[in-house]
């Protein structure tokens, strides 16, 4: 129902006649620091690992933020804190994607310092992306509502 009516859409990367992998784009966040906002989501990513270190994850990466870009500057994402997700963790910083400062999250919940959690599938940070060349880096939640951040420095 969601692919219908264009509020979800699924992208699959095939290689020899196989499924190697896929990456599910929603079109509004549904959890996290995002929720509130009208920012779409990476809901869903994943390469199955014999097919991982081929560039498949980047490009289906890329298909996503295309189709989000046709309706948002911004994209966004949750991802996984325990070691299982350590290949997604860093495809998202090497193509861009910024942590968005709200800090950890358990069960949809965010964290405060000293809070116990458990590190499962359930623990998580958020971050976005800027997908058009703009001034804007990424956003940033303070106080419940979404701010626009800006670089502070630059490398020279």
Known sequence: MEQQ????????AELDG?????VTLVRKAKN?????????????FN??????KQGIGSS????AENKAEQFSSIITLGV???????AAQRIYVKRGTLPDGSGVWFENKNVDSGEA????????????????NTNIDYYIRIGGTMNVGKKLCSRG
């Open 18 to 22: 196989h499924i190697a992998g896929y």
């Open 5 to 12: 009516n264009k509020s979800r859409f699924v992208f699959v």
């Open 117 to 132: 959690c458990m590190n499962n599938d359930d623990l998580c940070i958020y971050m976005s992306k800027n997908l058009k």
């Open 32 to 44: 996290g620091p995002f929720q509130a906002s009208e920012l779409p989501e990476v809901a869903d």
């Open 47 to 52: 390469v199955f690992e014999k097919y991982q």
């Open 60 to 63: 289906l990466l890329a298909a």
């Open 80 to 86: 996984g804190l325990h070691k299982g997700y350590g």
